[in-house]
Antibody, heavy 118, light 108 residues
Framework: QVQLVQSGSELKKPGASVKVSCKASGYTFTSYAMNWVRQAPGQGLEWMGWINTNTGNPTYAQGFTGRFVFSLDTSVSTAYLQISSLKAEDTAVYYC???????????WGQGTMVTVSS | EIVLTQSPGTLSLSPGERATLSCRASQSVSSSYLAWYQQKPGQAPRLLIYGASSRATGIPDRFSGSGSGTDFTLTIDRLEPEDFAVYYCQQYGSSPLTFGGGTKVEIK
């Protein structure tokens, strides 16, 4: 079946980096874009941006430029989110989400909790 | 940026009642590119409605969406115990994509 499986929870110190993976299965990876969504503890959903899985071209929402990088490895149908110079306010669950043909997010990963604490 | 305002923040209802959730946009949502998601604690969001009124695959017909332009509604007829959750609207017609702040439907 169509699914996105994300990497496990991470505990990092401030200033460190983290790389979250999102492995797709059950469909042709390059036929759909991949989006990233952040959810801070007890808060709502925040769109971080998306990556074109054909070209690898990323688009970042305001507030997610500089320290956030989207990348791909199409050979293993996997998208990545890397966050550098981590801050306490980066503590959140990060989701990858695939848009359907109309662009609503019909498939979501299970989420990856990233905790930044000294 | 299109700002989505959801109301009420919390809705306290009993099983079997009808829930009516509102999502108001700061400007018109193009081509009714408005979606609704359900999220339960510890789970990823689940797509319920896309295109303002089309149910996603496998979504029961007690869920319905309506509206256009700047005013959208999600209606849940005859609340089931599994429907108590947080609901988010999202517009995906213009960048940046944006989500509303959510409405929590809780058991009264």
């Amino acid at each position: 079946q169509v699914q996105l499986v994300q990497s496990g929870s991470e505990l990092k110190k401030p200033g460190a980096s983290v790389k979250v993976s999102c492995k797709a299965s059950g469909y042709t990876f390059t036929s759909y874009a991949m989006n990233w969504v952040r959810q801070a503890p007890g808060q709502g959903l925040e769109w971080m941006g998306w990556i074109n899985t054909n070209t690898g071209n990323p688009t970042y929402a305001q507030g997610f430029t500089g320290r956030f990088v989207f990348s791909l490895d199409t050979s293993v149908s996997t998208a990545y989110l890397q966050i550098s110079s981590l801050k306490a306010e980066d503590t959140a669950v990060y989701y990858c989400a695939r848009p359907d043909t109309g662009a609503a997010f019909d498939i979501w990963g299970q989420g990856t909790m990233v905790t930044v604490s000294s | 940026e299109i700002v989505l305002t959801q109301s009420p923040g919390t809705l306290s209802l009993s099983p079997g009642e009808r829930a009516t959730l509102s999502c108001r946009a700061s400007q018109s949502v193009s081509s009714s590119y408005l979606a609704w998601y359900q999220q339960k604690p510890g789970q990823a969001p689940r797509l319920l409605i896309y295109g303002a009124s089309s149910r996603a695959t496998g979504i029961p017909d007690r869920f319905s969406g309506s509206g256009s332009g700047t005013d959208f509604t999600l209606t849940i007829d005859r609340l089931e115990p599994e429907d108590f959750a947080v609901y988010y609207c999202q517009q995906y017609g213009s960048s940046p994509l944006t989500f509303g702040g959510g409405t929590k439907v809780e058991i009264k």
